[in-house]
């Protein structure tokens, strides 16, 4: 059983942690507390040139909703040509309709223009109208995985519903689990599911560096510059704990 860790990260220095804690690949994006969006060129560029594995960065045009304008569509198909010839190994896309079903015929133009490169279906999933429905949607899209928490809100939440539809995926697609996975409930949302492959920020926050943080609001109203990065320490935790389930194996 060959356990995989994806790590979702908004900066360099956090993939760097997280490839040194022991990821298997990283989920790229940028704005973490929109849900992610899709990072810039230069961010792309430097984590393929920089990082040795997987790079999946989020096509995402803007927080919100999943449902798409044509020119807003017209970014993603740009955004997933300029991933293919960076040399990006996947990318992670998702689009609804708006009866909250999936959008099978966005979905597969952009797969189309995707490849060689993987394709992950992110948690847009989680907010579609019929997630057995959907799953079967994205089965039938070609897509190599896609990222869950079982329709809750956090993955440890929905064991139930994860385990459901590992049963009902039948290996015909892998079922990423996502949202709130650490190094305290990774090891039971495996065991319970049968989940191979997890999703996660191991992220915690950061003092900044600098001496001068401003004066007066400014400075109570930012909180004096914190960080939200991602943590090596958390990553590999999270790694020893899927390597002692293999063990038991």
Known sequence: MDFELEICVN??????????????????????????????????????????????????????????????????KQDIIFCRESGSHGVAIGILKQDGSIDTERCRELIALARPMQVTFHRAYDRCNDLSAGLEDIISLGCERVLTSGGQ??????????????????????????????????????????????????????????????????SQQDGGFPIFETKAEKVFKMKQALALIEKAI
């Open 11 to 76: 900066s360099i220095r956090s993939a760097l942690a997280a490839q040194q804690g022991g990821a298997t690949r990283i989920e790229l994006c940028d704005n973490m507390a929109e849900g992610g969006t899709s990072p810039s060129a230069g961010m792309i560029r430097e984590c393929i040139r920089r990082l040795t594995i997987p790079v999946f960065p989020i096509i995402r045009p803007r927080g919100g909703d999943f449902l798409y304008s044509d020119e807003e569509f017209a970014v993603m």
């Open 153 to 218: 809100i956090t993955a440890a939440e929905g064991i139930a519903e994860l385990t459901g539809l590992v049963k009902q995926a039948a290996n015909r697609i892998i079922i990423l689990a996502g949202s709130g996975v650490n190094e305290e409930n990774i090891s039971q949302i495996a065991t319970q599911t049968g989940i191979k492959e997890f999703h996660s920020t191991a992220k915690e926050m950061t003092s900044s560096a600098m001496h001068y943080k401003g004066v007066g609001g400014l």
